[in-house]
């Protein structure tokens, strides 16, 4: 099993940047990808971005294509989430995940893909 911590939420004005982290422990080696979902206020969790932890390859929501960018640490099992330009919309939980099989294109947008997850961090952007 992996286990994720995230770090790095708080609130921000609109059009600011900032920068979430997550650190996997545990069996890492397992892990095929590594992604950030997010849950709006009253809304369903939804895909936000995931890279293929050997590799590289990323995927990114519409919603976020431009401004985000998640990259990884291989060496600090790191995977960081880079957000600029936010705007209120942004503002969710943002929680890291990890999956263990492989997927390809649609399939790593999918919450089942992702078999361990972080207990979450709060992103606020104010107008």
């Known amino acids: 099993q992996v286990r994720l911590v995230e770090s790095g939420g708080g609130l921000v004005q609109a059009g600011d940047s900032l920068k979430l982290s997550c650190v996997a422990s545990?069996?890492?080696?397992?892990?095929?990808?590594m992604g950030w979902f997010r849950q709006p206020p009253g809304k369903e969790r939804e895909f936000v971005t995931t890279?293929?932890?050997?590799?590289?390859?990323?995927y990114y929501a519409d919603s976020v294509k431009g401004r985000f960018t998640i990259s990884r640490d291989n060496v600090k099992n790191t995977v960081y989430l880079q957000m600029n330009s936010l705007k209120p919309e942004d503002t969710a939980v943002y929680y890291c995940?990890?999956?263990?099989?492989?997927?390809?294109?649609?399939?790593?947008?999918?919450?089942?893909?992702?078999?361990?997850w972080g207990q979450g961090t709060q992103v606020t952007v104010s107008s």
């Open positions: 545990g069996r890492t080696f397992s892990t095929y990808v």
């Open positions: 890279i293929v932890w050997s590799g590289g390859r990323t």
């Open positions: 995940a990890a999956g263990y099989n492989m997927c390809s294109g649609y399939g790593c947008y999918l919450r089942q893909s992702y078999g361990a």
